[in-house]
């Protein structure tokens, strides 16, 4: 993985958020690009803009690279996938490459209303099916830890918070941080400043292998 | 000095336009569009560009061109919808040309996303003789909308430029001419009156063989661009445009040795030199394009034309999808069906995922909806009530049509309240259409307020002047809300912020003769109901302008909350109004209302417990 990622080698890497409108998935899949950009790759995004946005199913193509590609990831090729929402990370899968990452928020949220057709919605069992399919999950309460550090609303910065203390972007967390003081609007800075540091407390506590093996090159 | 950005496609043509010199830009909000105006707006203050929100397409275009006449460089924006109501003066303006330069910014949505249509505008090129350029990349996007300017101005007439979903709503690092853009050239030569600005079937006479050369002088210029490239030297050629020409280079690493790719950037007239250069030595073509086969015919027909021994694989003979948006696994699967009816041994491969599509567990469907806290579910709702109501004192039943916009969405589970919906303004017109039809049913049209002004006006005369007996619902939300919260001529506010004069719209339906008109605020579901019995009860065309505001732009109220020991878990707020805000948790009998309630209270008045009330927490 970390050859991979290294400039030289044509590197490329692909990520995918998804979730549902509102969740700020857009606000995530930007400050990416920027940051990758910052990191001298260039980038590519799809974002879900218009209808879907209405509490919908959304998700966020970010493509890094050294060369431009079509901002839809194909499927298997997700290097990476941040899941704001249980169901949705598990309805995005098949984009993830075998041996992909995930950062899953555990937080759900139950469909508007329940069409006679849908099947009913059971969080646990599918956290439970991407703990079995996805080996080393990150799996989280991103919104509750959002909502400690003052707003549910920062869960998407949290979670990149944690992806880049465990190594998963290919950039720094201070690549982030940096697009983070230049994106956030001055007024909701500090909260999400707070929900992003929090969550790489909280990462750090968990996950015993911060800077170990999962790390990839970030010298960029 | 250059400098590279970050832009979403509709960003990277705003400053393309920016720095073309762009004096005038007009444009009616259209997904997946609606960010070049607003990008330009930005800048407008800055760099002296009159910018303004159209009350519709039409409107937008014949205002640009009225710039463009007196030399003034201009755009319109517009979704490929959105050109269809364009498309009368546009007909006639490829006819009388253009002085200083005008670009229309068409974007296409295949899949579609957010659209009523998947027509595809580079035909629609084809059928207007208009030039139409079809970018890959917000980077292309921006150097193809410098171009549309130039090739407006050199030859005279308006250009289109073409995006699709991916580009418009694609972001990229962009390189720019200036880091941050520059005050633009104010001056225009000014109207000159010559005849040739005003259409006569002589005149048409007259243009008409200047407007069908131009085509072959454009194919022509076309044919030496380099936004038309040719790479790799393999037997099989390949002819791609837009965002698809991307798919088959991803789709075909590793296999370049077999494939020589023809890039198309100006897409219309079609760079015939260039493709015939192309051609040469290749016996076997795949065409990959989304939405109609246009480069596929244009292919065939020089084929034909040329006579040259060509099979062509495409949309035509089936190897490619003829609908829908387009991938790089479509993509794969496409080539390969092409490689093994070759007798090709080669097969691509597709990644191999984590989990497979089939492997997934059932998952919850999840549509948009309306938001938690729209009135316009307030005002669904009243109907539902006012109609069941008038069936059981009358046995009359009721047909909504609805339009477009965020109301739409009044046609999902649990609303259920759109019976018809066609494209902007048809509600009405429809309503008075299934009236003389189905004169024994009552007939409500719901339009929103931006919808109202952009087409809704005429079909409101039309009801008048022909004696429709039907009710108009006017969901006024304060914005053109779908699209992202852009004012129109009810706010009293233009694209740059400017104070205009706001446009009632109960005077207007008054102004155009009906004798109901009522207005009632969104917040009390009880009156909403008895207006809109009170409306559809009246004999004669009737209006209701139903008063609230988007709460997109709302201040929140308070939160409200279920009282576990009242609620009596009979689920009537969930089954009645398909709130996103209420939800009933996995395994429990009681539902919970979520931190997306904004406080519009519609559930505490529809509760039967009384159970629902004002938690005290502000959102």
Same mark, same amino acid.
Request: charged share 20%; glycine share 10%; with cysteine.
């Given at each position: 993985?970390?050859?991979?990622?290294?400039?030289?080698?044509?590197?490329?890497?692909?990520?995918?958020?998804?979730?549902?409108?509102?969740?700020?998935?857009?606000?995530?899949?930007?400050?990416?690009?920027?940051?990758?950009?910052?990191?001298?790759?260039?980038?590519?995004?799809?974002?879900?803009?218009?209808?879907?946005?209405?509490?919908?199913?959304?998700?966020?193509?970010?493509?890094?690279?050294?060369?431009?590609?079509?901002?839809?990831?194909?499927?298997?090729?997700?290097?990476?996938?941040?899941?704001?929402?249980?169901?949705?990370?598990?309805?995005?899968?098949?984009?993830?490459?075998?041996?992909?990452?995930?950062?899953?928020?555990?937080?759900?949220?139950?469909?508007?209303?329940?069409?006679?057709?849908?099947?009913?919605?059971?969080?646990?069992?599918?956290?439970?099916?991407?703990?079995?399919?996805?080996?080393?999950?990150?799996?989280?309460?991103?919104?509750?830890?959002?909502?400690?550090?003052?707003?549910?609303?920062?869960?998407?910065?949290?979670?990149?918070?944690?992806?880049?203390?465990?190594?998963?972007?290919?950039?720094?967390?201070?690549?982030?941080?940096?697009?983070?003081?230049?994106?956030?609007?001055?007024?909701?800075?500090?909260?999400?400043?707070?929900?992003?540091?929090?969550?790489?407390?909280?990462?750090?506590?968990?996950?015993?292998?911060?800077?170990?093996?999962?790390?990839?090159?970030?010298?960029? | 000095?250059?400098?590279?950005?970050?832009?979403?496609?509709?960003?990277?043509?705003?400053?393309?336009?920016?720095?073309?010199?762009?004096?005038?830009?007009?444009?009616y909000p259209?997904?997946?569009?609606?960010?070049?105006?607003?990008?330009?707006?930005?800048?407008?203050?800055?760099?002296?560009?009159?910018?303004?929100?159209s009350s519709n397409e039409k409107v937008?275009?014949?205002?640009?061109?009225?710039?463009?006449?007196?030399?003034?460089?201009?755009?319109?924006?517009?979704?490929?919808v959105?050109?269809?109501v364009?498309?009368?003066?546009?007909?006639?303006?490829?006819?009388?040309?253009?002085?200083?330069?005008?670009?229309?910014?068409?974007?296409?949505?295949?899949?579609?996303?957010?659209?009523q249509?998947?027509?595809?505008?580079?035909?629609?090129?084809?059928?207007?003789?208009?030039?139409?350029?079809?970018?890959?990349?917000?980077?292309?996007?921006?150097?193809?909308?410098?171009?549309?300017?130039?090739?407006?101005?050199?030859?005279?007439?308006?250009?289109?430029?073409?995006?699709?979903?991916?580009?418009?709503?694609?972001?990229?690092?962009?390189?720019?001419?200036?880091?941050?853009?520059?005050?633009?050239?104010?001056?225009?030569?000014?109207?000159?009156?010559?005849?040739?600005?005003?259409?006569?079937?002589?005149?048409?006479?007259?243009?008409?063989?200047?407007?069908?050369?131009?085509?072959?002088?454009?194919?022509?210029?076309?044919?030496?661009?380099?936004?038309?490239?040719?790479?790799?030297?393999?037997?099989?050629?390949?002819?791609?445009?837009?965002?698809?020409?991307?798919?088959?280079?991803?789709?075909?690493?590793?296999?370049?040795?077999?494939?020589?790719?023809?890039?198309?950037?100006?897409?219309?007239?079609?760079?015939?030199?260039?493709?015939?250069?192309?051609?040469?030595?290749?016996?076997?073509?795949?065409?990959?394009?989304?939405?109609?086969?246009?480069?596929?015919?244009?292919?065939?027909?020089?084929?034909?034309?040329?006579?040259?021994?060509?099979?062509?694989?495409?949309?035509?003979?089936?190897?490619?999808?003829?609908?829908?948006?387009?991938?790089?696994?479509?993509?794969?699967?496409?080539?390969?069906?092409?490689?093994?009816?070759?007798?090709?041994?080669?097969?691509?491969?597709?990644?191999?995922?984590?989990?497979?599509?089939?492997?997934?567990?059932?998952?919850?469907?999840?549509?948009?909806?309306l938001?938690?806290?729209c009135m316009h579910r307030t005002v669904f709702y009243a109907f539902k009530q006012a109609a069941k109501q008038l069936k059981?004192d009358t046995?009359v039943e009721t047909i909504f049509s609805g339009d477009i916009g965020c109301y739409t969405l009044g046609n999902a589970?649990?609303l259920n309240m759109v019976d018809t919906c066609l494209c902007m303004g048809a509600g009405v017109s429809i309503a008075g259409g299934l009236f003389r039809t189905n004169p024994e049913v009552k007939q409500v049209a719901f339009i929103g307020d931006s919808t109202f002004f952009h087409s809704g006006i005429p079909a409101v005369i039309n009801a008048v002047y022909n004696g429709a007996d039907i009710t108009l619902a006017v969901l006024d939300n304060r914005t053109t809300a779908m699209t992202?919260?852009q004012p129109h001529p009810g706010i009293g506010?233009?694209?740059?912020?400017?104070?205009?004069k706001a446009i009632d719209i109960a005077s207007v339906i008054r102004s155009c003769g009906l004798d109901f008109v009522k207005t009632v605020e969104t917040g009390r579901l009880a009156s909403c109901v008895e207006v809109a019995k009170e409306a559809m009860e009246f004999k004669g065309p009737s209006a209701v302008v139903f008063k609230g505001k988007c709460?997109?732009?709302?201040?929140?109220?308070?939160?409200?909350?279920?009282?576990?020991?009242? @609620?009596? *878990? =009979? %689920?009537? $707020?969930?089954?009645?109004?398909?709130?996103? #805000? +209420?939800?009933?948790?996995?395994?429990?009998?009681?539902?919970?209302?979520?931190?997306? @309630?904004? *406080? =519009? %209270?519609l $559930?505490?008045?529809?509760?039967?417990?009384? #159970? +629902?009330?004002?938690?005290?927490?502000?959102?």
């Open positions: 993985m970390k050859g991979e990622l290294r400039k030289s080698e044509g590197m490329k890497y692909d990520i995918l958020i998804a979730g549902v409108g509102g969740q700020g998935v857009v606000l995530a899949s930007r400050m990416l690009a920027l940051a990758a950009m910052k990191a001298g790759f260039r980038v590519s995004t799809a974002e879900t803009i218009g209808m879907s946005q209405r509490e919908g199913s959304v998700s966020s193509h970010i493509r890094i690279g050294e060369e431009i590609s079509g901002s839809l990831i194909p499927a298997g090729k997700a290097d990476l996938l941040i899941g704001l929402e249980p169901s949705e990370t598990v309805r995005n899968l098949p984009f993830l490459k075998k041996g992909g990452k995930i950062i899953v928020n555990s937080h759900s949220i139950p469909p508007a209303s329940k069409p006679p057709e849908s099947p009913e919605y059971d969080p646990a069992a599918l956290l439970s099916f991407l703990k079995t399919h996805v080996p080393g999950l990150l799996c989280l309460d991103f919104t509750q830890l959002a909502e400690d550090a003052g707003t549910y609303r920062a869960a998407n910065v949290a979670m990149l918070g944690a992806a880049a203390a465990t190594g998963m972007l290919p950039f720094s967390k201070e690549i982030i941080l940096a697009v983070l003081e230049t994106e956030i609007p001055e007024k909701h800075r500090t909260v999400n400043r707070t929900a992003f540091e929090e969550a790489i407390e909280k990462i750090k506590l968990i996950s015993g292998h911060l800077n170990g093996e999962q790390k990839v090159n970030s010298n960029v | 000095m250059t400098e590279k950005k970050l832009l979403m496609g509709n960003e990277a043509i705003a400053l393309g336009a920016i720095e073309a010199g762009v004096q005038v830009v007009t444009g259209g997904t997946p569009s609606t960010e070049a105006l607003e990008t330009v707006a930005r800048y407008a203050d800055r760099c002296g560009i009159y910018t303004e929100w937008a275009l014949e205002t640009a061109a009225g710039a463009a006449y007196s030399g003034a460089k201009s755009l319109v924006t517009m979704k490929q959105g050109l269809n364009a498309s009368d003066p546009l007909m006639s303006l490829t006819y009388i040309g253009v002085k200083g330069s005008l670009v229309l910014l068409v974007a296409d949505d295949p899949g579609p996303h957010s659209s249509t998947e027509q595809d505008t580079r035909v629609f090129g084809h059928f207007a003789n208009i030039p139409v350029l079809d970018p890959a990349t917000p980077q292309e996007a921006y150097e193809l909308t410098k171009l549309a300017f130039d090739l407006s101005h050199e030859f005279e007439v308006p250009v289109i430029l073409r995006t699709t979903t991916r580009v418009s709503h694609s972001c990229g690092d962009v390189e720019v001419a200036a880091p941050e853009p520059a005050a633009v050239e104010a001056s225009c030569e000014g109207f000159t009156k010559d005849r040739r600005w005003t259409i006569f079937p002589r005149l048409t006479a007259e243009r008409h063989p200047w407007l069908e050369n131009l085509q072959a002088q454009l194919s022509e210029r076309f044919s030496g661009l380099p936004y038309n490239s040719i790479s790799g030297s393999g037997k099989i050629g390949i002819i791609s445009s837009g965002v698809s020409a991307l798919y088959v280079k991803e789709a075909i690493k590793g296999f370049e040795e077999l494939f020589t790719l023809f890039r198309i950037g100006t897409v219309h007239p079609f760079p015939e030199k260039a493709a015939l250069s192309f051609l040469k030595g290749i016996e076997k073509l795949i065409v990959v394009e989304e939405l109609d086969p246009y480069l596929e015919e244009q292919v065939l027909q020089l084929i034909g034309k040329a006579h040259l021994p060509v099979d062509v694989y495409g949309k035509k003979n089936g190897f490619f999808p003829v609908s829908g948006e387009y991938n790089v696994d479509i993509v794969i699967d496409c080539i390969n069906r092409v490689l093994s009816d070759l007798g090709i041994n080669s097969c691509i491969s597709h990644a191999s995922p984590a989990v497979l599509r089939e492997e997934l567990p059932p998952l919850p469907v999840r549509a948009p909806t938001c938690a806290g059981k046995q589970y649990p992202g919260q506010v233009t694209a740059l912020g400017n104070h205009s709460v997109g732009i709302a201040k929140s109220g308070t939160r409200f909350a279920i009282d576990s020991e009242s @609620c009596t *878990g =009979c %689920g009537f $707020c969930i089954k009645q109004l398909g709130c996103p #805000a +209420i939800f009933l948790p996995a395994g429990e009998d009681r539902p919970l209302i979520q931190d997306n @309630c904004s *406080g =519009c %209270g $559930c505490a008045q529809v509760c039967p417990s009384g #159970a +629902i009330r004002e938690s005290g927490v502000k959102k």
